[in-house]
């Protein structure tokens, strides 16, 4: 059973930092690409960050130089340090495990974890 399980939400002031985490089990978690999505009230869900299976970061622009992401494969955890956070960085974030072979795609998602940034 593939459980995907985010941390780490919660209230900060503006400028404050949070480190949220995605853990996953039921999966070969090192081959797998993880995102971090974000959705804020009455907005679609965005990409915020991804990190791929060997390491390759990608952001979104608004968060460049603020988030910063890292797996630890042997814990089957991936990090999203978020630093100088903005009211406007207020969401449920969420964690997306993937990964495709042979034309077959795995996509994986946790439940959220609300990040309220807020003086």
């Known amino acids: 059973q593939v459980q995907v399980v985010e941390s780490g939400g919660g209230l900060v002031q503006p400028g404050g930092s949070l480190r949220l985490s995605c853990a996953a089990s039921?999966?070969?978690?090192?081959?797998?690409?993880i995102g971090w999505y974000r959705q804020a009230p009455g907005k679609q869900r965005e990409l915020v960050a991804r990190?791929?299976?060997?390491?390759?970061?990608n952001y979104v622009d608004s968060v460049k130089g603020r988030f910063t992401l890292s797996r630890d494969n042997a814990k089957n955890t991936v990090y999203l340090q978020m630093s100088s956070l903005k009211p406007e960085d207020t969401a449920v974030y969420y964690c997306?495990?993937?990964?495709?072979?042979?034309?077959?795609?795995?996509?994986?998602w946790g439940q959220g974890t609300q990040v309220t940034v807020s003086s």
């Open positions: 997306n495990t993937h990964y495709s072979s042979n034309f077959r795609v795995y996509d994986y």
């Open positions: 039921g999966i070969f978690f090192r081959k797998y690409d």
């Open positions: 990190i791929t299976s060997g390491g390759s970061t």
